[in-house]
Every structure is written in structure tokens, then in C-alpha cells.
């Protein structure tokens, strides 16, 4: 599941909300409402309302399942060492396409982020690594999106390329030997690089409300289609969620 950008959306608010140039802490409580297809076969529309609290001190953001530390920062760039939950994977009990399957929990990613701003636009960069030997891989992002302001708030389009090495996109996708059936045909999956576009939105109103609306789709890498588990090109996600900073 995909909250790094609603979560991140949560810390803007709060920010806008009480800017300051001493350090303080701000508070923000909200939730979203997710409709999202993951692309496994048999499985259709999955909706679920996500709580999130975010608190902010400085330099460190901890937004639900996803913290950061901005360590350097100027004007237009900035770097950051992440924190966060990979809301991914499965149990057997979630629809019996994974019967017989080993479950595919979650997982606790570390890394880092930049990004640039230009005057062509936001570049972002991205590499988290797996700490917790659940999945045992990595992944590495580049995206590129234009902010456009409005009278209430901000609005992005972007693109990105995000590259799963072969740990993570097998654990996900791959079917071992040991759960394979005559329905169920044993398949590794190589790294995958899955293109994403997207366009996300912030609506502020007051000092204390914010409207989040976000709608993504994700094309699959050749390696991922062909898994077993798979009968989509990709995934979608649509998101709509509220925020009110304290």
C-alpha cells in the first residue's frame, strides 16, 4: 500500500499551518479512504480507511508508518534519512488465490531521499533497504512532477520510475517451489522496474483543514505480468483523506 505521499501531504500541512523559525512541535490527526486494485488474479477493488497521526520537531517528521530526519536542506534541495513500513504483501486467509502460500507480511524499510527544485519542476530521488530480513531487498526510486499552485492549494502531476530488486519483487510476486500446485506453477520473478503517473492534490482551508485527492496507476514490469499470482498490467490507487492540524 502507498501512504508515503499522503502521509508526507500530512507533515505539509502542519507545517503551513505553524510556520515558525524556532523548532516546535506540531500535531496533525486524519485518515484517508483508499480504493485500490493490486494487480493479483482473481482479487478485485480492495477500499480501506487508514488513520494516520503525524508529529513534527524540527528536522524529524513522524507521519504513521513513515518517519523521516532532514540532515541538510537549502533553499531548493534537501536530504533526509527515512523510516518506513512497507504496508505490502498478503496472508491466506485474504482470498484463495494465496491457499497453501506461506503469508507475505510487511516489512520495515530504511534509507534516504533528495529533492531538487527547479524551475522546470520537483526531481525526487528515493533508496530504502530492507532491515528487518523480511524481503532481504531494496528499492530505488526517481520521479519528476510540476507543482502547480492554486487559489486553495497545490496540485502535481508527475511520473516515476521505481526499480524492486529481486528479493523484493519475488517475496511479493514469485511462487516457491514448495507452494507450487497444478494451478500454481512454481515462478521466480527478476528485478522489476514498474513505471508509475499520477497526479496529486492539496486543498488548505484555514489554519487547520486540509483535503488530500490523489489518483496513481502503476504498469508492471514484464517479470511481475507473468507471475502466476498476476492477471493485470499494473495497479491503481485512488485516495481521498482529511487532516485536521492542531
Same mark, same amino acid.
Given at each position: ?10 507533515a505539509l500541512a502542519c507545517s503551513t499551518a505553524a510556520a515558525s523559525e524556532e523548532p516546535e512541535l506540531k500535531f496533525g490527526l486524519g485518515g484517508a479512504f483508499i480504493v485500490q486494485d493490486e ?27 513513515? %518517519?523521516? +530526519? ?5 533553499? #531548493? *534541495? @534537501? $536530504? ?104 500454481? %506453477?512454481? +515462478? ?5 522496474? #514498474? *513505471? @508509475? $503517473? ?49
Open positions: 500500500m502507498k501512504l508515503s505521499t499522503y502521509l508526507c501531504a500530512i494487480g493479483y488474479q482473481g482479487v478485485g477493488n480492495e477500499t480501506e480507511f487508514v488513520p494516520a497521526i503525524a508529529v513534527e520537531y524540527g528536522n524529524f517528521r513522524l507521519l504513521g508508518p513513515y %518517519a523521516s +530526519y532532514t540532515f541538510y536542506k537549502t533553499e #531548493n *534541495f @534537501e $536530504i533526509a534519512a527515512i523510516g518506513m513500513l512497507r504496508l505490502d504483501g498478503y496472508e491466506q486467509s485474504d482470498d484463495p488465490l494465496f491457499l497453501g502460500m506461506e503469508d507475505r507480511d510487511m516489512s520495515f524499510d530504511f534509507g534516504f531521499e533528495a529533492e531538487i527544485d527547479t524551475d522546470f519542476g520537483e526531481f525526487g530521488v528515493k533508496y530504502t533497504q530492507d532491515v528487518t530480513s523480511t524481503h532481504e531487498g531494496y528499492e530505488a526510486s526517481l520521479s519528476y512532477g510540476i507543482p502547480m499552485r492554486v487559489k486553495q492549494g497545490r496540485i502535481m502531476p508527475y511520473i516515476a520510475a521505481n526499480f524492486a530488486s529481486e528479493d523484493l519483487a519475488d517475496y511479493y510476486y514469485g511462487v516457491r517451489r514448495s507452494e507450487a500446485t497444478a494451478t500454481r %506453477a512454481f +515462478y521466480e520473478v527478476d528485478s522489476a522496474t #514498474n *513505471f @508509475e $503517473i499520477g497526479i496529486s492534490s492539496d486543498w488548505f482551508f484555514g489554519e487547520n483543514h486540509m483535503i488530500k485527492a490523489d489518483a496513481s496507476y502503476t504498469s508492471f514490469d514484464n517479470t511481475i505480468k507473468d507471475s502466476p499470482l498476476v492477471d493485470k498490467s499494473g495497479t491503481y490507487q485512488l485516495l481521498l483523506g482529511y487532516v485536521y492540524v492542531f
